[in-house]
């Protein structure tokens, strides 16, 4: 979405690493668009935290290091939106983990290996089916 935005401005990328040189060149509408794109991505987690309240935001993907500016977008909207409850903010910082990390996370907490999940009681089969009868009518 991001690339799409920034060719209907006018700058002419067709790659993430057309992004990565515009960047480096400080292009306005480059720097515009990113810094768009973070404050949406920020006001999103923004709301997700209030209701998680995690500790820290992890924001991956290859636009983070391709222009690292929009995890400190990302951050400062958050920031703003959180701070009301101040107790709430959470670091946020971008991953040095493989783009693939977020599966292996996903896999870790299916498994109950996430530090996030580890303090949830296992299934107990406390909620049980309605056993249904049928008449003979």
Not at 64 to 82: C, D, F, K, N, Q
């Amino acid at each position: 979405a991001m690339l799409a935005e920034i060719r209907a401005r006018g700058v002419d990328v067709g790659t993430l690493d057309d992004v990565g040189r515009e960047v480096a060149r400080s292009q306005p509408v480059v720097d515009e668009v990113l810094r768009e794109a973070g404050a949406a991505v920020g006001r999103a987690l923004a709301a997700a935290a209030m209701a998680v309240n995690p500790a820290s935001i992890v924001i991956g993907g290859e636009i983070t290091g391709i222009a690292p500016a929009i995890v400190e977008h990302i951050a400062s909207t958050l920031r703003y939106e959180l701070s009301c409850v101040a107790e709430a903010m959470p670091t946020v910082k971008a991953s040095d983990r493989p783009d693939f990390a977020g599966a292996i996370g996903a896999i870790a907490a299916l498994f109950r290996e996430s530090p996030v999940l580890a303090a949830y009681p296992a299934a107990t089969g406390a909620i049980q089916q309605p056993t249904t009868t049928r008449s003979s009518l």
